[in-house]
């Protein structure tokens, strides 16, 4: 099956810092990619969707400007954590998609702020 | 649509009887469903999908029913194993916008 690797899978930063995470997909062009986050106990949340080539669109209630989105190629979207803070701490988890299969998922990241 | 943040649901079962996961989606146009396995730390892992001109499909040990006059979707889970435990979520695709259900926790009893 087609495969989504999510890098890194998990990442320690200090408050204040930014971290990127990236979604590639390995084997497939991804016209569209989906970031969630996740909390404990609790459901994926989507963040945005993004299209290559164009803005993401984000859920009602995400920053844009904290949750920066770039899905420069079909095969590479990045998630960029700005300015990050301990309530960010969270999974986050990419999936791709042809637009006419399933979503494929990342491995999901850990990120922890301290 | 909107995705949803809340507490999941439980379902705790004997090792080998039948399981049936309930999932109930929003938008009546959808015409895409799947039903995912998110094991803890881990991203989902596609188990079995259903297109909307379709009312049942079977996989290996689970079947997916839909019922799309009421929104609802099943996984059924045949010979539950304690290798299935893990939380179970729907999703549905309609114009490549794929969303969620709230998802249910599935323990195995040895």
């Known amino acids: 099956g087609a495969v989504v690797s999510q890098h890194p899978s998990w990442v320690i930063c200090k408050s204040g810092t930014s971290v990127k995470i990236e979604c590639r997909s390995l084997?497939?062009?991804?016209?569209?990619m989906f970031w969630y986050r996740q909390f404990p106990k609790q459901s994926l949340m989507l963040m945005a969707t993004?299209?290559?080539?164009?803005?993401?669109?984000?859920e009602q209630g995400v920053e844009k400007d904290k949750f920066l989105i770039n899905h420069a190629s079909l095969t590479l979207s990045t998630l960029t954590v700005t300015s990050a803070h301990p309530e960010d701490s969270s999974f986050y988890i990419c999936?791709?998609?042809?637009?006419?299969?399933?979503?494929?998922f990342g491995q999901g990241t850990r990120l922890t702020v301290v | 649509g909107e995705s949803v943040g809340l507490h999941l649901p439980t379902l705790s079962v004997q090792e080998g009887d039948n399981s049936i996961i309930n999932c109930a989606y929003s938008?009546?146009?959808?015409?895409?469903f799947i039903w995912y396995k998110q094991e803890s730390g881990k991203g989902p892992q596609f188990i079995i999908d259903?297109?909307?001109?379709?009312d049942k499909r079977q996989g290996q040990r689970v079947t997916v029913l839909l019922n799309k006059t009421v929104k609802h979707l099943s996984l059924q889970i045949a010979a539950t194993q304690p290798g299935d435990s893990a939380v179970y979520f729907c999703?549905?695709?309609?114009?490549?916008?794929?969303?969620f259900g709230a998802g249910t926790r599935l323990t195995v009893k040895p």
């Open positions: 999936s791709a998609t042809t637009g006419f299969t399933e979503a494929f």
């Open positions: 084997d497939f062009q991804a016209t569209t």
């Open positions: 993004s299209n290559e080539g164009s803005k993401a669109t984000y």
């Open positions: 938008n009546s146009a959808s015409d895409y």
């Open positions: 259903i297109r909307s001109n379709m």
């Open positions: 999703a549905e695709n309609f114009n490549n916008d794929m969303r």
